[in-house]
């Protein structure tokens, strides 16, 4: 079964500062990993996705993520916060059968 | 409009009552889901459909029904709705392929009385 991990509920950052968004997963088979944004009352919209082409996986609005074998990591960061970005980011890891199993999300508030 | 979209968008209902939400896809997506999000808990699935005909449980199945009689609906009922079951319930489509991704409704925030 695959499950994910989120490291810190909520974080807090300063605009232009670094954002770091930990996931870590556990898979039996290779896998198809996810991140996922979730603005205040709206559903959720894919940031990026690793699918095993490239371990460095760019994604929408400046965010990236790599994937890290060894750790069994998925961190995704981005190198400048921008009030914007304050949400609720999920880490999902997809099954054989394309079912989708998420993180508890981290929540990130961008302090001006 | 292309896209996914769920209906009612806010519903309070009493305890003991059915519910149902709707859910709805323009793409002919052959998979949809029901997630149901809880504070703490992230996104956990209900149900699942591989096609019209085609549902299969997820993780938090119990209390819950789904029929798919046409690819682009998918109904969540609450056949005897509980406090417990309060949450905000998503649908999504795959879209699958080099592109894939899991495409999210707007959800609908259910409160039970």
């Known amino acids: 079964a695959q499950s994910v991990t989120q490291l810190g509920s909520h974080v807090s950052v300063s605009e232009g500062a670094l954002v770091l968004l930990r996931c870590n997963y556990s898979s039996s088979v290779p896998p198809y990993l996810f991140w996922y944004v979730q603005y205040p009352n709206q559903g959720l919209q894919l940031l990026l996705k690793?699918?095993?082409?490239?371990?460095l996986v760019k994604g929408i609005n400046g965010f990236e993520a790599e994937f890290k074998k060894s750790e069994t990591s998925f961190h995704l960061t981005k190198p400048s916060a921008h009030m914007s970005d304050a949400a609720e980011y999920f880490c999902a890891v997809r099954s054989n059968d394309y079912k989708l199993s998420f993180g508890a999300g981290t929540t990130v508030t961008v302090r001006a | 409009d292309a896209g996914i979209t769920q209906s009612p968008r806010y519903k309070i209902t009493e305890t003991g009552r059915q519910v149902t939400l709707m859910c709805h896809q323009t793409w002919s997506h052959s998979y949809m889901f029901w997630y149901r999000q809880d504070l703490g808990h992230g996104l956990r699935l209900i149900y699942y459909s591989a096609a019209a005909d085609i549902t299969d449980k997820g993780e938090v199945p119990d209390g819950y029904v789904v029929s798919r009689s046409k690819t682009e609906n998918f109904p969540l009922t609450l056949e005897s709705a509980t406090r417990s079951q309060t949450s905000v319930y998503f649908c999504a489509s795959r879209r699958g392929g080099p592109q894939e991704t899991q495409y999210f409704g707007p959800g609908t925030r259910l409160l039970v009385l």
């Open positions: 690793y699918t095993s082409a490239a371990t």
